[in-house]
């Protein structure tokens, strides 16, 4: 199963999001609220692409609105990017998680859940056609950049793909939240401004 056959045959942003939200191509659909789809502006300059939607994303129905997000504007912020102008997506579209009492702990996709959604990025950045696209956090990159990307190895490097005619790739910024120490917090936060910083570079130049 894939979502391939969910997609539109004429699709616009406005009918792939209706259509997402009874995708039904992989079982992630059955535990949490709803479909998570990307947003933004059909005339986006810049896309960026995180992993999956968390517990506070399922429930508001929006991409990059939980903790992560926060880091993230920041870091747009930082760089110089208006949220607004910006096409945020994730590379699946459902929260995967396990209950561990009231809570609902987030879990990484599996290939197959990866692979299986893959047709609604493709077609949200066929439609986009972002001049830049930054890939968030290890899981999107090899989705988009192959399974042997080596995140720690090419992070912030500008890289040669079908996909925009700028990529990147980054951390996802749930990673900043992971450090416990507000040093490394601050360090990491810099680090993820000064990757978004190669793209307004870029754009620019
Ligand atoms: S995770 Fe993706 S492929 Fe799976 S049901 Fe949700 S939208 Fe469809």
Redesign the pocket.
């Known amino acids: 199963m894939?979502?391939a056959e969910?997609i539109p045959d004429h699709p616009s942003l406005k009918r792939l999001r209706e259509a997402?939200a009874g995708?039904?191509?992989?079982?992630?659909?059955q535990g949490p609220i709803q479909?998570v789809f990307g947003e933004g502006p059909a005339t986006a300059r810049v896309m960026l692409v995180g992993e999956v939607p968390g517990d506070r994303e399922d429930r508001e129905g929006r991409p990059f609105v939980g903790p992560a997000g926060r880091e993230l504007d920041r870091a747009l912020e930082a760089a110089g990017i208006e949220r607004g102008d910006v096409y945020l997506t994730n590379v699946?579209?459902?929260f995967k998680f396990e209950e561990r009492g009231k809570r609902r702990i987030h879990q990484t996709?599996k290939k197959g859940?990866i692979d299986?959604?893959l047709p609604?990025l493709d077609t949200e950045i066929k439609l986009v056609r972002p001049e830049a696209l930054v890939t968030l956090g290890a899981t999107a990159a090899k989705a988009l950049l192959g399974s042997s990307f080596r995140l720690t190895q090419h992070r912030g490097e500008l890289l040669d793909t079908e996909w925009a005619p700028i990529v990147t790739a980054t951390i996802h910024p749930s990673a900043i939240l992971r450090n416990r120490d507000e040093d490394a917090r601050r360090a990491a936060r810099e680090a993820l401004a000064d990757d978004l910083r190669v793209v307004v570079r870029e754009l620019s130049g």
Do not use: D, I, Q
Request: proline share 10%.
């Open positions: 894939s979502a969910f997402a995708c039904r191509g992989c079982p992630l659909w479909t699946v579209k459902h996709p859940e299986a959604c609604w």
